[in-house]
T-cell receptor, first 117, second 115 residues
Framework: AQTVTQSQPEMSVQEAETVTLSCTYD???????LFWYKQPPSRQMILVIR??????QNATENRFSVNFQKAAKSFSLKISDSQLGDAAMYFC??????????????FGTGTRLQVTL | DAGVIQSPRHEVTEMGQEVTLRCKPI?????LFWYRQTMMRGLELLIY????????DSGMPEDRFSAKMPNASFSTLKIQPSEPRDSAVYFC?????????????FGSGTQLSVL
């Protein structure tokens, strides 16, 4: 079974600084999809960024980028120029290559990010 | 579109009572997922539907839990009888299809407290 591990329960960053959240996963598949979701205090899960395993280029969405290391099964999220609105729980998630039962999204336990002035 | 709509936002009930959680997916989305979030177990997939048909219910904890999707615009998750350990936030999510690259859109969740 696939597992997703986030080893940092909490992180803190100063406004305008850069922070990196770690994520590792375990899978026997060669093709799969990785995601970072943000959960602010409003509770709603919001997709931040996604990466296809077959793509070597790291995904980027504005201030958010990933460092995808397929051999190491590592998928970290970098937030640049941190803003107060970035404060939230961040979940790393894995999804297998097939539709149907193998396509469920498996989440890590989350990292709570605090942004300080 | 208003997004995925869940009701109620909060539910407080007593042990033994029946609880029904409701979800309206985004119009045109063919896949619907029910997740449960607790401090101890994080986010767990309970069940998911495609084209109103349950595809994978292996995450449903026990027979007290049941889910239905009578049409493309409505789904329910029922717990009968409820127990204190069912207290959690229950999320509904929908996506356009079953492509694993597709974005899941989540509702705001239902905070369930069973006393």
């Amino acid at each position: 079974a696939q597992t997703v591990t986030q080893s940092q329960p909490e992180m803190s960053v100063q406004e305008a600084e850069t922070v990196t959240l770690s994520c590792t996963y375990d899978t026997s598949e060669s093709d799969y999809y990785l995601f970072w979701y943000k959960q602010p205090p409003s509770r709603q899960m919001i997709l931040v960024i996604r990466q296809e395993a077959y793509k070597q280029q790291n995904a980027t969405e504005n201030r958010f980028s990933v460092n995808f290391q397929k051999a190491a099964k590592s998928f970290s999220l970098k937030i640049s120029d941190s803003q107060l609105g970035d404060a939230a729980m961040y979940f790393c998630a894995y999804r297998g290559p097939k539709s149907g039962t193998a396509s469920k999204l498996t989440f890590g336990t989350g990292t709570r990010l605090q942004v300080t002035l | 579109d208003a997004g995925v709509i869940q009701s109620p936002r909060h539910e407080v009930t007593e042990m033994g009572q029946e609880v029904t959680l409701r979800c309206k997916p985004i119009s045109g989305h063919n896949s619907l997922f029910w997740y449960r979030q607790t401090m101890m177990r994080g986010l767990e997939l309970l069940i998911y539907f495609n084209n109103n048909v349950p595809i994978d219910d292996s995450g449903m904890p026990e027979d007290r839990f049941s889910a239905k999707m009578p049409n493309a615009s409505f789904s329910t998750l029922k717990i009968q009888p409820s127990e204190p350990r069912d207290s959690a936030v229950y999320f509904c999510a929908s996506s356009l299809g079953q492509n694993p690259n597709e974005k899941l859109f989540f509702g705001s969740g239902t905070q369930l407290s069973v006393l």
